[in-house]
């Protein structure tokens, strides 16, 4: 396969070795040069950090230098008496099996207390319950009831007809009566 010509290589005749995008292009060559030597010299450090993470790793892996376990010195050369006593485990298990009881005389008490509550709330509730019932049921059977309303005395009623709806004579209480006869004649009465 035959090499591509570099289709700007007459601009970069022109402007020199480096082209327009080269971080190089219009820098002198002491520029360049100082410029290039940073890249090594940066280039070497990383090498170098990654040489040193490297030894470090391989270090721990092996358990060498600082990263190697303590020397077993063996046993201690002086003897160490020890005065064990046996605790009193049965008075332990007294003590503990009196707080248990307890604790669980004092849940029963508490179960006990709130089942009689609850049966009480139940019994409440079951009252309200009975007595709407009652007041529905009652309201059911007087709903299909209509009240009979007539106008008029019962004698009218007994005649039927227009009776209860005549003229009647005129009947004061005595109190309105008397105020009305002492006005001033056209029959007014005086407040």
Do not use: C, H, W
Not at 87 to 93: A, F, K, N, R, T
Not at 151 to 180: D, H, N
């Amino acid at each position: 396969m035959a090499k591509k010509k570099n289709p700007n290589r007459k601009k970069l005749q022109i402007k020199g070795k480096y082209g327009e995008k080269s971080k190089f292009y219009g820098k002198s060559e002491e520029d360049i040069e100082s410029i290039k030597k940073r890249k090594r010299d940066k280039r070497a450090e990383q090498a170098e950090n990654k040489a040193r993470r490297d030894r470090t790793q391989r270090r721990k892996r092996k358990k060498i230098g600082k990263f190697a376990p303590p020397p077993d010195t063996g046993p201690d050369p002086t003897p160490v008496e020890f005065n064990f006593e046996m605790p009193d485990v049965e008075g332990m298990l007294d003590t503990t099996l009196d707080s248990f009881s307890n604790e669980l005389d004092a849940l029963r008490e508490d179960n006990r207390l709130a089942a009689e509550e609850q049966r009480r709330f139940e019994a409440e509730a079951q009252r309200q319950f009975e007595l709407s019932e009652r007041t529905m049921l009652g309201n059911e059977a007087r709903s299909g009831q209509q009240a009979k309303y007539k106008f008029g005395s019962i004698s009218g009623r007994k005649r039927g007809g227009t009776f209860g709806f005549r003229r009647r004579k005129r009947r004061l209480m005595g109190g309105i009566g008397s105020a009305v006869s002492a006005g001033s004649g056209g029959g007014t009465l005086n407040m």
